[in-house]
């Protein structure tokens, strides 16, 4: 079953700009994670953040999360058109095959 | 350092013909492995995971197995084919403890 749900279900902004995505979740887990897909692609990883952490930053991309709204976003700072794809964040547990649970993603387009 | 290789990349297959996909994990031992399939424009959906050689879990009811006859080899398999069947299906890795994925490329298949 699908946990995380994202939204928006699109997105598309202007070259330069800010794009944020949000993630809801609806159990407890152990970490939440993010991954790019490029249309036809397989998942890149991204960024991972722990449960006991409110906020991470890689690069150009900002994560946070709290878990008593059971919620994540994703910020990518000053777009990119290669910034296109579609944004999906997984949720994991530590447990046995450390399985995730991915949402339906945001699919980002960056105009130039 | 480690790659993970699907085969084939696109495949067409008439209703009822059997199915079998491969995925080979190169440059690490003992990785849990999984099957995902994505319908168009959606997340993924867990089909498959495996812990170790022999070892493979079912997530959901369906019309296809899965094997891991050796140890970074996946294989999944199907005797008669769905028109439901299509997708895009990747192949993914973890290390044991660990919880990012890397992901394959994925193989399209459609069912006509």
């Known amino acids: 079953s699908q946990q995380g749900e994202e939204d928006p279900q699109a997105l598309s902004i202007q070259e330069g700009e800010n794009a944020t995505m949000n993630c809801s979740y609806k159990?407890?887990?152990?970490?939440l994670q993010w991954y790019r897909q490029n249309s036809g692609r397989g998942l890149v990883h991204l960024i991972l953040?722990?449960?006991?952490?409110r906020e991470k930053h890689s690069g150009r991309l900002r994560v946070t999360l709290d878990t008593s709204k059971k919620s994540s976003s994703l910020l990518i700072t000053a777009s990119r058109a290669a910034d296109t794809a579609s944004y999906f964040c997984?949720?994991?547990?530590?447990?046995?095959?450390?399985?995730?649970?991915f949402g339906q993603g945001t699919r980002l387009t960056i105009n130039p | 350092s480690q790659t993970i290789h699907q085969w084939p990349a696109t495949l067409v297959q008439p209703v009822g013909s059997p199915l079998s996909l491969e995925c080979t994990v190169e440059g690490t031992s003992n990785p849990n492995l999984y099957w995902y399939r994505q319908a168009a424009g959606r997340g993924l959906q867990l089909l498959f995971y495996s812990v170790g050689i022999g070892q493979i879990s079912s997530e959901v009811p369906q019309n296809l197995s899965a094997s891991r006859p050796q140890d970074r080899q996946f294989i999944l398999s199907s005797k008669k084919l769905l028109l439901s069947d299509s997708g895009f299906y990747l192949c993914?890795?973890?290390?044991?403890?660990?919880?990012?994925?890397?992901f394959g490329p994925g193989t399209r298949l459609t069912v006509l």
């Open positions: 997984a949720t994991g547990d530590i447990q046995g095959a450390q399985k995730l649970v």
């Open positions: 993914a890795w973890s290390v044991y403890g660990d919880n990012e994925q890397f």
């Open positions: 159990t407890s887990i152990n970490n």
């Open positions: 953040i722990r449960s006991n952490e």
